[in-house]
């Protein structure tokens, strides 16, 4: 006999989107607790989003199923379009399968295995991406505190608020997307260092994706794309010749991290964005990207990729096969001007914007850097230069810029925006609110000079500066103190002169009283 989990009555469940948001937030997260303690988050995210992934799908399933039966009395009818939806989920893959097999004793293989025939299903859109995780793996404890683990965290998604079916939930709000976007950015926050691994701070995909405006029917690339976040966030931004919101596009990532090249896997699906071609892989020595023998060519090209990578490939790029560094060769612990000339690269000719996050060294370092920089310049590339508020960032504390390259500029100017001080300071990490990135935006957009925030500066003054992109050269940033009132001050010295000299009349006369003077 099938258990059926429990359905949360419509009535408590909040009507308000970003309230019940909220509650399927917190409740997924009080769901890591069963982790919590065994091993560290930056491990235990990945069996977390796994089993919520596979709990997405069986709702999905589970209401399609029910559906087409109320609708098709021909059980074979029914199987017949069932295979023809967008995944296919054998009957031991369900939640329901599950839930009703959590307390048996080899519950970590049988999660295996549904993960197995999952992808065995489903391979042109979730091939390997189980294939770094095993529920049954000792790293969850020994059997006996694997399988306690494995029951409380089944348990967890049977709570009524995790009833991720479309008719409970409705379509409008994309609850799925969001909270599994909420699950990876504390999971960042929690590793520490870990972290900025495989996530970029929401705001600042946000502040790209506006900087970067993609427009309908564009190719965008994330070669280093992480979990994905700031892929789906430009691509979200997609607009229409009207400015309105649009599907229009193409995805294309890659990351070198096998566990979060799936995590990235999943986060497309559960975004609707599953046609996206993701790719494993080293991006500088092994680019997955390729068109014939060429790299693929994109609309809009944006990353945050690690900063100041050492040992990135320095030795064989001299002899790369697609001539990424005709511009010069990156020094060999110094990885981020090899992202840099690989983004500029396949970013398409005549159109191809290319936003990139850099540490700031990247702005001012002499040797081989500069000599890049100013081809780079040279060549009319180089649109605008953002420096950021330090503390964004997950695993580092520094402050970072952001530059934009455009192959279709219509001006040999460049713009420098300092707006490293505006930001909302919070204990653990600092945030860009919405009027921050507002102003960027408005800035970028204007493409003209603000006193003590922006300057339009022309190739000329770069080249005068040794092409040296120190934001604090071009935009004069220094307050003049307020002028001192000296009759003010002389006044204030003399009156606290006088009231000295009262208060050690007073001490003399309390110490003689005390037969102390």
Same mark, same amino acid.
């Given at each position: 006999?099938?258990?059926?989990?429990?359905?949360?009555?419509?009535?408590?469940?909040?009507?308000?989107?970003?309230?019940?948001?909220?509650?399927?937030?917190?409740?997924? /997260?009080?769901?890591?607790?069963?982790?919590?303690?065994?091993?560290?988050?930056?491990?235990?995210?990945?069996?977390?989003?796994?089993?919520? *992934?596979?709990?997405?799908?069986?709702?999905? /399933?589970?209401?399609?199923?029910?559906?087409?039966?109320?609708?098709?009395?021909?059980?074979?009818?029914?199987?017949?379009?069932?295979?023809?939806?967008? *995944?296919?989920?054998?009957?031991?893959?369900?939640?329901?399968?599950?839930?009703?097999?959590?307390?048996?004793?080899?519950?970590?293989?049988?999660?295996?295995?549904?993960?197995?025939?999952?992808?065995?299903?489903?391979?042109?859109?979730?091939?390997?991406?189980?294939?770094?995780?095993?529920?049954?793996?000792?790293?969850?404890?020994?059997?006996?505190?694997?399988?306690?683990?494995?029951?409380?965290?089944?348990?967890?998604?049977?709570?009524?608020?995790?009833?991720?079916?479309?008719?409970?939930?409705?379509?409008?709000?994309?609850?799925?997307?969001?909270?599994?976007?909420?699950?990876?950015?504390?999971?960042?926050?929690?590793?520490?260092?870990?972290?900025?691994?495989? *996530?970029?701070?929401?705001?600042?995909?946000?502040?790209?994706?506006?900087?970067?405006?993609?427009?309908?029917?564009?190719?965008?690339?994330?070669?280093?794309?992480?979990?994905?976040?700031?892929?789906?966030?430009?691509?979200?931004?997609?607009?229409?010749?009207?400015?309105?919101?649009?599907?229009?596009?193409?995805?294309?990532?890659?990351?070198?991290?096998?566990?979060?090249?799936?995590?990235?896997?999943?986060?497309?699906?559960?975004?609707?964005?599953?046609?996206?071609?993701?790719?494993?892989?080293?991006?500088?020595?092994?680019?997955?990207?390729?068109?014939?023998?060429?790299?693929?060519?994109?609309?809009?090209?944006?990353?945050?990729?690690?900063?100041?990578?050492?040992?990135?490939?320095?030795?064989?790029?001299?002899?790369?096969?697609?001539?990424? *560094?005709?511009?010069?060769?990156?020094?060999?612990?110094?990885?981020?001007?090899?992202?840099?000339?690989?983004?500029?690269?396949?970013?398409?000719?005549?159109?191809?914007?290319?936003?990139?996050?850099?540490?700031?060294?990247?702005?001012?370092?002499?040797?081989?850097?500069?000599?890049?920089?100013?081809?780079?310049?040279?060549?009319?590339?180089?649109?605008?230069?953002?420096?950021?508020?330090?503390?964004?960032?997950?695993?580092?504390?520094?402050?970072?810029?952001?530059?934009?390259?455009?192959?279709?500029?219509?001006?040999?100017?460049?713009?420098?925006?300092?707006?490293?001080?505006?930001?909302?300071?919070?204990?653990?990490?600092?945030?860009?609110?919405?009027?921050?990135?507002?102003?960027?935006?408005?800035?970028?957009?204007?493409?003209?000079?603000?006193?003590?925030?922006?300057?339009?500066?022309?190739?000329?003054?770069?080249?005068?500066?040794?092409?040296?992109?120190?934001?604090?050269?071009?935009?004069?940033?220094?307050?003049?103190?307020?002028?001192?009132?000296?009759?003010?001050?002389?006044?204030?010295?003399?009156?606290?002169?006088?009231?000295?000299?009262?208060?050690?009349?007073?001490?003399?006369?309390?110490?003689?009283?005390?037969?102390?003077?």
């Amino acid at each position: 006999m099938e258990t059926k989990t429990k359905t949360a009555p419509a009535s408590e469940r909040p009507s308000d989107p970003k309230e019940l948001q909220r509650l399927i937030n917190e409740t997924l /997260w009080k769901a890591c607790d069963s982790f919590r303690g065994a091993f560290d988050p930056s491990e235990y995210k990945n069996y977390v989003l796994t089993f919520m *992934f596979l709990k997405y799908l069986s709702d999905v /399933w589970r209401d399609t199923k029910e559906k087409l039966e109320q609708q098709y009395p021909d059980p074979e009818l029914v199987a017949r379009k069932l295979k023809r939806e967008r *995944f296919v989920l054998p009957p031991e893959c369900t939640y329901e399968y599950l839930f009703q097999h959590r307390r048996a004793d080899n519950i970590g293989e049988l999660i295996d295995k549904a993960l197995t025939h999952i992808e065995d299903e489903n391979q042109a859109k979730l091939e390997n991406v189980f294939r770094g995780i095993s529920f049954n793996s000792e790293k969850l404890g020994q059997t006996k505190d694997r399988n306690r683990r494995l029951e409380n965290l089944i348990g967890d998604f049977s709570d009524p608020i995790l009833d991720f079916r479309p008719s409970v939930l409705g379509t409008k709000w994309d609850f799925i997307g969001n909270a599994y976007m909420y699950l990876i950015e504390r999971f960042a926050s929690d590793a520490g260092k870990k972290g900025g691994e495989f *996530f970029t701070p929401h705001e600042v995909s946000v502040l790209l994706a506006k900087l970067l405006a993609p427009r309908a029917g564009a190719r965008i690339c994330d070669p280093t794309c992480g979990s994905g976040s700031l892929l789906i966030t430009v691509a979200e931004e997609v607009k229409d010749a009207k400015g309105l919101p649009s599907p229009d596009f193409s995805l294309y990532g890659q990351d070198s991290n096998g566990d979060t090249w799936a995590l990235c896997k999943l986060n497309m699906f559960l975004h609707g964005m599953d046609s996206a071609r993701v790719e494993w892989g080293d991006t500088i020595n092994n680019p997955r990207l390729i068109e014939g023998d060429h790299l693929m060519t994109f609309d809009v090209v944006v990353a945050n990729p690690p900063f100041s990578l050492d040992k990135w490939g320095e030795a064989a790029a001299a002899a790369d096969t697609y001539k990424r *560094f005709t511009r010069g060769v990156p020094p060999k612990s110094k990885g981020d001007f090899a992202f840099i000339l690989h983004m500029v690269d396949t970013a398409a000719e005549g159109t191809g914007k290319v936003g990139v996050i850099v540490p700031h060294g990247v702005l001012f370092r002499g040797g081989r850097e500069q000599l890049i920089r100013r081809k780079l310049i040279e060549e009319n590339l180089l649109d605008a230069v953002i420096g950021l508020p330090g503390n964004l960032f997950y695993g580092t504390t520094i402050p970072a810029a952001i530059l934009l390259f455009n192959k279709a500029k219509t001006t040999t100017d460049v713009l420098f925006i300092e707006a490293s001080r505006e930001y909302q300071q919070e204990k653990r990490q600092n945030h860009l609110r919405e009027q921050d990135i507002a102003r960027i935006v408005r800035t970028f957009q204007a493409f003209r000079s603000e006193e003590k925030y922006a300057t339009r500066a022309t190739l000329a003054q770069i080249r005068e500066n040794d092409f040296n992109l120190n934001i604090t050269r071009y935009v004069d940033t220094f307050q003049e103190e307020p002028p001192v009132d000296l009759k003010a001050v002389q006044q204030r010295i003399d009156e606290l002169e006088k009231e000295l000299v009262k208060v050690k009349g007073e001490m003399a006369g309390y110490l003689k009283e005390l037969g102390l003077n």
